[in-house]
């Protein structure tokens, strides 16, 4: 028999559907239990469609909090698919935007390799991972997709030279300033290395590739003017700068913190990061572009900086090395596949699809069953409002439990929304800087009672106050089970 002929640019259309499935699998990451912010997510939505967009903080027992809804669409679209398919239909909206975002940046590998399957294949498969791993029922779904379009629109534009692509870039800042103005920043900090590359200019070894600046400028600047059109008008412009960082928010919010090597996500951080770096390293005959090394090294500091911004590095720095790799030859044999062979791939495709499939369709049929500690807070707020109340209530939660808590139709002290309670913010009081030196043990704890008067209090055994709280006399223990205590004011017993 002759010598087999290998081919450099591409897996034939036969083995594709496995490498696909393969990019997909992070789906089972996806397909999982919704974390505690969905509860003042779906809060809000409910609020907006019944009460109109809010301007004074309306949640919480604090009065007067100037405040800015900044993902207010996001909201009315998840509670809009809550009301009608519940925590299931949340979660296929997640996985249909996991979907989208990988699919668009597939299509983008494919269009910067000169369509070679296996090289984007490659490339696509370790942001996918982060995606399953970030992308939650939360904002960011939204925001990470629009980012991938962005991208994706102006990589076109460059190697078209068709003005025509830019013409979207105003409508996704329309849309991410109402979804999740928070990250609207973000879409201009991606616009600057494409502004920097459109510059014919050669300072050693790096040069600008040159291409249409006054056309890249238009669309910057009436993609800035479409930002005005929100509830907020420059207050939701603007509100990433007021929320961080910040001191209190960067130790409180977990995903705010730098990644760690001993922990799991953190560890799947640093490896990503060192990944693509690895790339560059080894493989040094390929090319790349100004705009692609800014993009990989601005947002690998960010990743490094807070775990959050995983997903930033995942959008930007993955398809550069599409680009990059493009030239390399990856000699695949061409042979006759024999029948055992064509069974083993059928069945390998097979075990991937019921995978997939077994994790959607795994679905418990209760609150309870699906998660004990919700449950728990379930079972406690029950408590609270079958009670019959002798004077308005001041309720204490900790951070992690207070979404839920006004979800049920509580109003608590805090909640999850971080960015609410630092003063820049509400400009009235700083109250996660409160919260934090209260867990910190630098604010004593009755003169956190005494300010507030709070008439009750659900802590868990691991809150700074819970061990105080069994000692003090003005407070009793009037519920408890597996998760919670619930404390009450001796007045609310005795009805003094």
């Known amino acids: 028999m002759g010598k087999q002929q290998g081919k450099t640019d591409d897996i034939n259309l036969k083995d594709r559907p496995i490498f696909i499935a393969i990019l997909f699998l992070p789906l089972l990451l996806v397909w999982r239990d919704l974390t505690n912010d969905v509860w003042f997510l779906l809060n809000s939505g409910r609020y907006v469609l019944q009460q109109g967009i809010p301007h004074i903080e309306p949640f919480t027992f604090h009065q ?55 090289v984007s294949a490659m490339v696509v498969f370790v942001p996918s991972v982060l995606f399953g791993i970030w992308l939650s029922c939360r904002p960011f779904i939204f925001s990470t997709f629009i980012f991938m ?27 991410l300033i109402n979804l999740h103005a928070s990250m609207w920043p973000m879409m201009f900090i991606i616009f600057v290395p494409y502004i920097i590359d459109a510059f014919a200019f050669r300072i050693g070894n790096i040069s600008g590739q040159g291409y249409d600046k006054k056309s890249l400028f238009a ?55 060192f990944l693509v770096f690895l790339v560059y390293l080894l493989h040094k005959t390929g090319r790349t572009k100004v705009r692609y090394v800014l993009l990989t090294l601005g947002t690998a500091y960010m990743a490094l900086s807070a775990q959050r911004s995983a ?22 044999p061409q042979k006759t596949e024999t029948k055992r062979e064509r069974i083993l791939k059928k069945v390998l495709f097979g075990l991937i699809i019921v995978a997939v499939g077994i994790s959607f369709l795994y679905e418990p049929h209760t609150l309870k069953e699906r998660n004990l500690e919700l449950a728990a807070l379930d079972d406690t707020i029950d408590f609270i409002l079958e009670e019959e109340q002798s004077e308005p209530m001041v309720l204490y939660t900790g951070y992690n439990d207070g979404g839920y808590a006004e979800f049920r139709g509580l109003k608590p002290y805090l909640d999850p929304r971080a960015e609410v309670f630092v003063i820049e913010n509400n400009k009235k009081d700083d109250v996660l800087k409160e919260y934090y030196e209260l867990e910190t ?53 005795t009805g003094d």
């Open 219 to 273: 669309a910057m600047g009436i993609s800035l003017i479409v930002g005005f059109l929100n509830p907020y008008g420059w207050q939701g412009m603007t509100y990433l700068l007021r929320s961080y960082p910040h001191v209190e928010i960067n130790h409180i919010v977990a995903e705010m913190m730098p990644p760690k090597l001993d922990e799991t996500i953190g560890f799947m951080v640093f490896l990503a990061v």
């Open 441 to 493: 043990g630098r604010l004593h704890y009755k003169d956190f009672l005494d300010k507030y008067q709070f008439t009750h209090l659900i802590l868990t055994e691991y809150d700074s106050l819970y061990v105080n709280m069994l000692k003090d006399s003005d407070y009793y223990l009037a519920y408890a089970n597996e998760e919670y205590a619930l404390f009450e004011t001796i007045g609310e017993k």
């Open 311 to 332: 997903v930033l590095f995942a959008v930007c720095a993955s398809f550069p090395l599409a680009w990059y790799l493009k030239d390399l030859e990856v000699k695949i």
């Open 64 to 118: 007067g909090f100037e405040f800015v809804m900044h993902q207010w669409l996001s909201t009315v679209i998840f509670w809009g698919v809550y009301s009608v398919f519940g925590t299931v239909g949340l979660r296929l909206l997640v996985v249909v935007f996991y979907v989208l975002t990988v699919f668009v940046l597939y299509k983008l590998c494919m269009k910067l390799s000169d369509h070679r399957f296996f």
């Open 149 to 175: 379009l962005e991208i994706y629109v102006l990589e076109s534009f460059i190697l078209s030279e068709n003005r025509k692509y830019l013409f979207f870039l105003p409508l996704l800042s329309l849309l």
